[in-house]
């Protein structure tokens, strides 16, 4: 596989280019602020960059600034041969304003659905069709986002989902969190990362219901006890009330059965009905209503207590069922409240399993390899190796340390200069690109902060090192190892651009 052309319009800092000079290794040699980050910048654009590989740019900030028309765009078309002889053109094109004139699914077919199905499990589809404002061709022909992917992944570019054909050197970390991020992008641990934190946010939503539902079931318990003593002080005042009419009723009786004849006996002139009520009118009152105050007083007290979850507080003794039903509704809930929270948490852990074996699938080899090649790649005399290790084995990402071992001493990463913490990137970067199968690679930057005679140690390793399919171009500023480059027949390309 090898890279036929690669041509750039009023992409960045470049009107125009038409770069043809990819050897299997050679060096792109222009002094600094020149445009070689912007050349690495419109290959990753080309395979299919995103925002999270530029930094967080917006897209739209590609675009070259040069005209005030209304209308700007900048294309960029990587001719590519494969090892069959066949040539494949891709085109990227990104305009602003952007104009939605394309349904991707349109044009997707039947074929590749393998890829499709790799494409899916790679990408968050959301985020992209949020934030990608771009045209995509394959061979002159307008195609969606998937089926390109789907074409540029035949070409081994990407690793685990992230594009492996161009390393930035220009950045170097400062610590060790650092340091895990790049092991996490790499190893395709981030994804199950980003999808146990989604599984964590569910199970803190899980955990406040449950909270809730506890809180409604102690309420629940105070208003059962609340209505039990009411019902019962209830049930005692109208059997009490029942007794009293009771005895009211057989009191009635006697008096109705007595007072008659004995009006009529003491008082025979009173012959008529209406003379014999009057009569009985003078006698004692007899009480109609029995009732306790203190009983009374008790109840209002009891009824305006009642919590009344959901629900008034009842003043009905058909209301009473109500409590027993919200409890049975409660208790249902707290059970699948937790059967949820049991299920999330075995999802949780699933992931994590996952992410660990991801994470150390990389991580195992890349920490042994590193070690091994940082006195070759830089000489013993700027380290005898490197320690990269984990502190959590449970969750490796969490915790990695690395050290560098100089004069029989451990120095740790945030203790080394600047010059040193590049020196463990670059090895620990080399080490996971050995792990990679991308037919070409873009080193950028790779003499920052670094002397001379480190630079010319590393092109030296990296020349020995490549792998003898693997075509690799790397970016330089350093003019001083101009000299070195021509002794030992590395092709340069000198790249310079006109404002």
Not at 38 to 65: H, N, P, S, T, Y
Not at 420 to 426: F, I, L, N, S
Request: charged share 35%; net charge neutral.
């Amino acid at each position: 596989m090898s890279i036929k052309y690669l041509q750039v319009r009023n992409f960045k800092c470049f009107d125009y280019v038409d770069f043809r000079g990819f050897e299997e290794f050679s060096g792109l040699l222009s002094r600094n602020n020149v445009g070689k980050t912007a050349l690495m910048q419109a290959i990753v654009f080309v395979i299919g960059g995103l925002r999270k590989d530029f930094g967080g740019e917006d897209l739209l900030g590609l675009i070259r600034v040069k005209f005030t028309s209304v209308q700007r765009e900048c294309t960029v078309t990587l001719k590519w041969e494969t090892d069959e002889g066949k040539v494949v053109t891709f085109m990227r094109r990104l305009r602003k304003p952007f104009v939605v004139d394309f349904d991707p699914q349109e044009t997707d077919d039947e074929s590749g659905s393998e890829e499709k199905e790799e494409e899916e499990d790679l990408e968050d589809q959301q985020l992209i069709r949020k934030e990608d404002q771009t045209d995509y061709y394959l061979d002159s022909r307008k195609v969606s986002r998937r089926l390109y992917m789907a074409e540029i992944r035949k070409l081994k570019l990407h690793f685990n989902g992230e594009q492996a054909a161009v390393l930035d050197l220009t950045t170097v970390p400062v610590n060790n969190k650092m340091i895990s991020s790049i092991f996490e992008k790499f190893s395709g641990s981030s994804r199950h990362g980003r999808q146990m934190r989604s599984i964590q946010v569910e199970i803190d939503a899980g955990e406040e219901q449950m909270k809730k539902l506890t809180k409604i079931k102690e309420d629940i318990e105070k208003e059962k006890k609340k209505s039990k003593e009411f019902y019962l002080l209830k049930c005692f005042h109208l059997d009490q009330m029942i007794s009293e009419k009771d005895k009211l009723v057989k009191n009635r009786r006697k008096l109705e059965f007595r007072h008659p004849p004995r009006i009529v006996q003491s008082y025979p002139e009173f012959r008529t009905v209406a003379e014999q009520e009057n009569q009985a009118r003078l006698l004692e009152p007899i009480p109609k209503e029995w009732g306790d105050y203190e009983i009374k007083k008790k109840l209002r007290e009891l009824k305006e207590g009642l919590p009344g979850i959901q629900l008034e507080s009842f003043s009905k003794d058909k209301d009473i069922p109500t409590i027993i039903e919200k409890e049975l509704a409660c208790e249902g809930l707290l059970q699948d409240a937790r059967k949820y929270l049991v299920d999330k948490r075995k999802e949780l852990q699933e992931e994590a399993d996952l992410r660990k074996q991801a994470f150390n699938s990389l991580f195992i080899p890349v920490a042994r390899m590193s070690n091994e090649i940082f006195p070759e790649m830089w000489g013993v005399q700027n380290g005898e190796g490197i320690q990269v290790f984990t502190k959590d084995e449970e969750r490796p990402w969490s915790g990695i340390r690395v050290e560098l071992k100089e004069r029989s001493r451990m120095a740790p990463f945030g203790t080394c200069s600047t010059g040193q913490r590049r020196m463990v990137y670059t090895a620990i970067v080399f080490s996971i690109l050995q792990k990679t199968k991308s037919p070409i690679v873009f080193l950028d930057g790779i003499d920052k902060n670094l002397l001379d005679r480190n630079v010319i140690s590393l092109i030296k390793y990296l020349k020995k090192e490549r792998r003898e399919d693997q075509t690799m171009l790397f970016a330089v500023s350093a003019a001083q190892i101009r000299g070195f480059l021509n002794e030992n027949e590395i092709k340069i390309e000198e790249l310079e651009v006109e404002d």
